[in-house]
């Protein structure tokens, strides 16, 4: 079959999916519509989960940032003041912070502490962003009774609150109700205003700030700063992982105006398996920094000090050991952090997902930011020195400025000069398939970013949709040894599971 051929086969199956898709939604739509009124005639009928979705879809951008933490604090008392009563800590920054609280999350759990986990934004379902302990994502039936609650708190006060806030009440409810020991919050729109900071984190982790955009300018990316800041209290401790000098020291001053206690940054890198040390292995170290500081400030006094902690630290021990002591150190030898890390997962959903079982190969990587898609490339490079890649396809669909611009094309001029392949350019998203809550509504100029691709003498073709970049990129590469990558956008990440038929990321 010619490659025309399959492309106008893929066409027909699209404006097929999209014709059923469209049918599908206005039936939901009619039902919807139809619950309302019952629900107007009999006064308080509680939402469905598919309601609490819908909810949450239509309340993404309807207030005013500035005033968040003021209706925070009304939902959260309204609430039962929820947020004083869990420990916390509070992850900012740009890249980096869902795998730096997956680290910190699996070194507490190896200490014996309940650890809930409230992340974003998700792939699929709205239920990725609540988590409890190995990773189970928040069951739909308590999803729904919390959405309910906090939804109705929100109209009996009248507030404004979008999506963001509600379902970070929802979190906090969620985590006092499982009981855990400590919550994991990440401030993924700077730190200042997200919704998390009305908690007091007992530890403030501040990843890497880098441009949000192409058209961030230094004096945006310095009052980034300043707003990534803000989730610093007084008494919170402070670790940074920053690799920018004059990034650090104007956290140092930050942290000391809020009272604050700064910690040494982050140099050395998590001894992970390869490839993910050089990937991960800072995220990792930041995690274990954290995770230390928690254990030995806060939780040394109760039942957390056990003889094979990997981060409390033992009291010194007068004199030789016994032979009896040596004995059963001998056959109960202490697991060291290093064995830790290597023995620890490294790939979370579309943070560097190989999915070798697939053929080709996929590798998934939500990279939406100059600095993240560098890290992706390396983490390619080093895929190709461990076994050398027969066709290597860049499917790419990004959110308008996220990438598109100079330094997106000198990166990637760079790249294939090393590793030789192709990128295929597409919409993040389709026509009738938007993922909410990530900031990707508008999609980059496709003609335009192919054309300036091309003109740096570099292999790109455009694609209308997702589906029809992602058919063409799996017949260009081998089959056995060739590598497909999808990124740029969460989005895309998306896209691809919606083609596979996938609703629900187990």
């Not at 912070?97 to 650890?115: D, I, N, W, Y």
């Not at 409890?132 to 994502?137: A, C, F, R, V």
């Not at 379902?167 to 006092?176: G, V, W």
Request: proline share 3%; charged share 25%; net charge positive.
């Amino acid at each position: 079959m010619s490659h025309k051929t399959f492309l106008l086969q893929g066409r027909r199956t699209g404006v097929a999916k999209t014709i059923a898709t469209n049918i599908s939604r206005r039936k939901n739509d009619m039902e919807t519509v139809q619950k309302r009124r019952e629900r107007e005639v009999l006064g308080s009928v509680p939402r469905s989960y598919g309601e609490i979705v819908g909810y949450l879809d239509t309340h993404w951008h309807i207030s005013a940032k500035e005033s968040v933490l003021q209706r925070m604090e009304q939902l959260d008392r309204e609430c039962g003041s929820v947020s004083k009563q869990i420990n916390t800590i509070i992850t900012a920054g740009s890249n980096g912070k869902s795998l730096t609280m997956h680290f910190t999350a699996r070194l507490l759990q190896a200490e014996g502490l309940s650890v809930g986990t409230f992340q974003s934004p998700h792939l699929l379902t709205y239920n990725e962003r609540i988590l409890l302990n190995d990773g189970s994502l928040i069951p739909n039936k308590n999803f729904t009774e919390l959405g309910n609650l906090v939804i109705d708190a929100v109209e009996r006060l009248k507030l404004a609150a979008n999506s963001d806030e509600i379902l970070t009440m929802m979190a906090l409810l969620y985590f006092k109700e499982q009981k855990v020991d400590v919550a994991l919050l990440e401030a993924h729109d700077g730190g200042m205003y997200a919704p998390v900071n009305m908690c007091h984190a007992k530890v403030a982790i501040i990843t890497r700030v880098t441009p949000r955009n192409t058209r961030t300018t230094p004096e945006e990316l310095q009052q980034a700063i300043y707003e990534t800041a803000g989730v610093i209290k007084k008494d919170t401790r402070v670790v940074a992982g920053d690799q920018i000098k004059a990034h650090l020291q104007l956290i140092e001053q930050l942290t000391a105006s809020c009272g604050g206690v700064w910690e040494m940054p982050i140099r050395k890198l998590a001894v992970l398996a390869y490839p993910f040390e050089q990937l991960h292995g800072r995220c990792a170290a930041l995690a274990e920094r954290a995770a230390f500081i928690y254990v030995n400030t806060w939780t040394t006094g109760g039942s957390t000090l056990l003889n094979n902690s990997l981060l409390v630290k033992q009291k010194g021990q007068r004199g030789r050991p016994t032979l009896e002591a040596k004995r059963q150190a001998k056959l109960n030898p202490k697991k060291t952090i290093d064995q830790f890390w290597k023995e620890t997962v490294s790939e979370l959903p579309a943070r560097f997902q190989m999915l070798d079982k697939e053929k080709p190969s996929i590798l998934l990587d939500s990279a939406s930011n100059l600095d993240a898609l560098e890290n992706l490339l390396l983490g390619i490079r080093l895929l190709h020195y461990q076994r050398p890649l027969k066709g290597l396809t860049l499917v790419v669909g990004s959110a308008h400025d996220a990438l598109h611009g100079e330094e997106f094309l000198k990166l990637i001029r760079y790249f294939f000069k090393k590793t030789p392949g192709q990128i295929f350019v597409c919409p993040p998203h389709g026509e009738t398939q938007n993922l909410h809550g990530n900031g990707e509504d508008k999609s980059w100029d496709v003609e335009s970013v192919t054309n300036d691709i091309k003109s740096r003498k570099m292999k790109a073709y455009s694609f209308a949709s997702f589906s029809e970049a992602f058919e063409a990129a799996k017949t260009s590469v081998d089959e056995k040894y060739g590598l497909v990558v999808i990124t740029g956008s969460h989005s895309i990440i998306n896209e691809y599971w919606h083609h596979k038929g996938i609703k629900k990321l187990s």
